[in-house]
T-cell receptor, first 112, second 116 residues
Framework: KAGVTQTPRYLIKTRGQQVTLSCSPI?????VSWYQQTPGQGLQFLFE???????NKGNFPGRFSGRQFSNSRSEMNVSTLELGDSALYLCASSEPGLSEQYFGPGTRLTVT | AQKITQTQPGMFVQEKEAVTLDCTYD???????LFWYKQPSSGEMIFLIY??????QNATEGRYSLNFQKARKSANLVISASQLGDSAMYFC?????????????FGQGTRLTINP
């Protein structure tokens, strides 16, 4: 079974631009969660989607948004990028009733 | 709110030795799950082991075992016979569930270095 995939793996953007990151979960997993990892703040929860519905949202500004499609693939969008948005963005997939949450390789975003 | 504490920012261990990475947690929920992940320099978070709060026995996965002491709220990861490839960041995490929604709360991590 294929693991969680994320595209692109690396991204360089300029302040003020917007960016869209993509995550494809493990086949059969309906829950996708997104996390931001920075040296200063560590790993922080962004949001969770399940069956195309956002079930949970972390403490991030409205510039951070996401969605999930009927095939469980998820995208997150960051508008009006700031230098502080430079981070590794990780997505994880899981299925209710199963313990494990599996992460993708991450997208490393650099904002200049 | 749930909280995870990893008090060892860095650890240095000789190859083939066993190593214990500390993790303490705080929660008022009777049902919870604890995870350990390994993050090599490539950035990917690799799932290592899971322990449920109601599990009677400590979880084991190959060279990894979780020393779960519920009364002390600790969930230490034990790696037996360490290898050079074990050098990485290690994160302890707790799953927080509220009305069906879930998220992981992570500790700050421990950087493990295995010396030859």
């Amino acid at each position: 079974k294929a693991g969680v995939t994320q595209t692109p793996r690396y991204l360089i953007k300029t302040r003020g631009q917007q960016v869209t990151l993509s995550c494809s979960p493990i086949s059969g997993h309906r829950s996708v969660s997104w996390y931001q990892q920075t040296p200063g703040q560590g790993l922080q929860f962004l949001f969770e989607y399940f069956s195309e519905t956002q079930r949970n949202k972390g403490n991030f500004p409205g510039r951070f948004s996401g969605r999930q499609f009927s095939n469980s693939r998820s995208e997150m969008n960051v508008s009006t990028l700031e230098l502080g948005d430079s981070a590794l963005y990780l997505c994880a997939s899981s299925e209710p009733g199963l313990s494990e949450q599996y992460f993708g390789p991450g997208t490393r975003l650099t904002v200049t | 709110a749930q909280k995870i504490t990893q008090t060892q920012p860095g650890m240095f261990v000789q190859e083939k030795e066993a190593v214990t990475l500390d993790c303490t947690y705080d929660t008022s929920d009777p049902s919870y799950g604890l995870f350990w992940y390994k993050q090599p320099s490539s950035g990917e978070m690799i799932f290592l082991i899971y322990q449920g709060s109601y599990d009677q026995q400590n979880a084991t996965e190959g060279r990894y075992s979780l020393n779960f002491q519920k009364a002390r709220k600790s969930a230490n990861l034990v790696i037996s016979a360490s290898q050079l490839g074990d050098s990485a960041m290690y994160f302890c995490a707790m799953r927080e569930v509220f009305q069906g929604a879930q998220k992981l709360v992570f500790g700050q991590g421990t950087r493990l270095t295995i010396n030859p």
